[in-house]
């Protein structure tokens, strides 16, 4: 997927929100970027020019709503400087088939060190002690603190930031341990971690909880009042990664009740957290506003790294940290992407034989080179397949969507490896009507030459490289066929440039490449014509090579 500029023109970059200036610079100093610095616009006004841009960087303030992408014109991507996109409407974007990204490890070590602040603030009283300072008074005795070396602090999601604070609590002398359901090994860092596959079990071995996971049916309040009764009496807790993954109700029950000593949110259900929240009031609860990707380092780095993400993009150089377009890599090896080109010509050479609609797709891929790829192929051949047919336009990001919204069920089979060792990786593609009664298959190749053939349709063999203007006819197997094909082209005045022919019980199917496309007149007589069983007319790019 390149989405380069037309000569002479320059990727137009939309800054939607206010962006620290070395972001900007680095658009700004790109020779093919041309930016245009919007913070504050409101959400008419994006909606006006969203579409004159390539590509826009937001942060969290502007809104990127499903009115906003409504036209998108020209653009592509859209760049979050940060992590959480609930400002982007993902959805629209997706439908409207425009990438959505963030830059999630640039805030990391931030994010990270706040939760530990957010840690340390807790076990020694900082914030009830400060307040107290403040209102002149000394009070010495009501401040008791706890030690963190010698304690267990129980890491809940042990992805980048999860990671970063166990590093960081090792180094204060503490005990860790982790639950992370994707991690697969029962010890991290070096064996100083010991990962749980279960929840529960950690919980009873904690004397402090840090939670760093995405917010999901999964984790949404999975510290909550069935949980907190497993923890440790005295327990204490930091939530520094999404509202409600610590349930706010439970969580000030157990405070009250003794059963939590302390909890510290960076993070809440409702953001601004309400003026009357209890949670506000709560003496043993620490709160901060949202802060734990708010260092001058951490904006820098994610508008950096927004903006470079997005030129990359755009240039059609890869895909870094996507958000909406799971699977699809553009970073391919000259194999696979000889594969990925050859997906999308197979699936627009099937598509007009479908006459029923399409109700589902099979795709299997023998050889290890494709499998990394899966993702990418079932895209591309789904946009050969879906692209010509419907009144929206189907891109690589939109057309999993677009898909599922219209029915189509997708298989990939992932064969172990090549079914034939000498020829190299192949891919198959079976495609059946909604009404089950079309069944069509198509088995490409590419060979040591990197030139895509098509080596099978339906059952007829063949050694075919699919480009061009290309007629495929289904005929009787008898004498005369082909005289007859031939003798209705010349008459067209037609060239036909190359003729596969291939057999199969008492049928024949042509599939012939054209100097120019016929006229329809002349392929409906040709339709018409005694033994003529079917006429399908593809228009394919030329060959990339
Ligand atoms: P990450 O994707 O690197 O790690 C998340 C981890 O959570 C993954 O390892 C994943 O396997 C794990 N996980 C998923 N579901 C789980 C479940 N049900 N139980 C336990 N673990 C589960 O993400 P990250 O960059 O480490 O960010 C973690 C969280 O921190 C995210 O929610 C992010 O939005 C939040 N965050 C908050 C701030 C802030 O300002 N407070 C800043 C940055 C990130």
């Known amino acids: 997927m390149t989405n380069n500029p037309a000569p002479g023109q320059k990727f137009r970059i939309l800054a939607a929100d206010k962006l620290d200036e070395e972001g900007l610079d680095y658009i700004r100093s790109q020779p093919d970027a041309e930016l245009v610095n919007k913070p504050g616009i409101s959400e008419d006004e994006l909606a006006a020019i969203a579409g004159d841009h390539d590509g826009m960087i ?82 010495r005795n009501k401040f008791m603190g706890r030690q963190l070396a010698g304690k267990t602090l129980g890491v809940v999601g042990f992805g980048r930031i999860g990671r970063t604070v166990a590093e960081r609590a090792l180094a204060f002398g503490m005990t860790v341990v982790a639950y992370d359901p994707v991690f697969n090994q029962p010890t991290a860092l070096e064996g100083k971690v010991r990962v749980f596959q279960q929840f529960r079990e950690m919980l009873p071995h904690a004397h402090m909880l840090t939670f760093h996971v995405p917010l999901s049916d999964q984790t949404r309040g999975m510290l909550g009042s069935e949980t907190f009764p497993l ?46 929240s209890p949670l506000r009031k709560h003496p043993k609860v620490l709160l901060t506003p949202h802060l734990g990707a708010s260092t001058k380092e951490a904006q820098k780095a994610v508008a950096v790294a927004a903006a470079e993400q997005l030129m990359t ?12 377009a799971g699977g699809l890599r553009i970073d391919l090896s000259p194999v696979q992407a000889a594969f990925v080109d050859l997906a999308q ?82 891919l198959t593609i079976e495609v059946n009507s909604a009404d089950g009664k079309e069944e069509r298959r198509i088995i490409g190749r590419v060979y040591d030459d990197m030139r895509p053939r098509v080596i099978e349709i339906n059952g007829y063999r063949m050694d075919m490289i699919p480009e061009g203007a290309m007629i495929l006819i289904l005929n009787e197997d008898r004498p005369g066929m082909i005289g007859m094909v031939g003798t209705e082209f010349g008459q067209a005045k037609v060239n036909i440039a190359d003729m596969t022919i291939s057999r199969r019980q008492d049928k024949a199917l042509m599939v012939l490449k054209v100097d120019d496309q016929p006229s329809d007149a002349m392929l409906n007589r040709l339709q018409h014509r005694p033994g003529i069983l079917k006429v399908a007319v593809v228009k394919l790019p030329p060959e990339k090579n």
Request: neutral net charge.
């Open 58 to 139: 937001v942060r969290s303030a502007v809104q990127v709503t499903a009115k906003v992408l409504a036209n998108p014109g020209r653009l592509k991507a859209v760049a979050r400087a940060g992590v959480g996109v609930d400002n982007i409407d993902l959805d629209a974007a997706t439908d409207k088939g425009i990438l959505v990204m963030n830059s999630a490890d640039a805030s990391t070590i931030s994010t990270a060190e706040h939760a530990f602040a957010l840690l340390i603030a807790l076990a020694r009283q900082i914030g009830p002690a400060y307040k107290v300072m403040t209102e002149g008074g000394w009070d």
């Open 231 to 276: 923890c440790r009496d005295g327990i204490m807790v930091v939530n520094a990664s999404r509202g409600g993954v610590v349930d706010e109700e439970a969580l000030l029950a157990a405070l009250d009740s003794g059963k939590c000593a302390g909890a510290a949110l960076d993070v809440f259900v409702a953001e601004p957290l309400a003026k009357d």
């Open 313 to 324: 993009f755009l240039r059609g150089q890869g895909i870094v940290g996507a958000v909406n």
């Open 345 to 426: 010509r197979m699936t627009r050479l099937l598509a007009p034989m479908i006459t029923q609609g399409i109700g589902s797709v099979a795709i299997e891929l023998a050889g290890k080179e494709l499998a990394s790829v899966a993702g990418t192929l079932e895209r591309y051949a789904l946009v050969g397949l879906l692209g010509g047919s419907l009144d929206i336009p189907v891109n690589v990001i939109n057309v999993a969507s677009v898909a599922r919204q219209r029915g189509v069920q997708l298989r990939t089979i992932l064969s172990d490896d090549q079914t034939d060792h000498r020829s190299g990786p192949q």
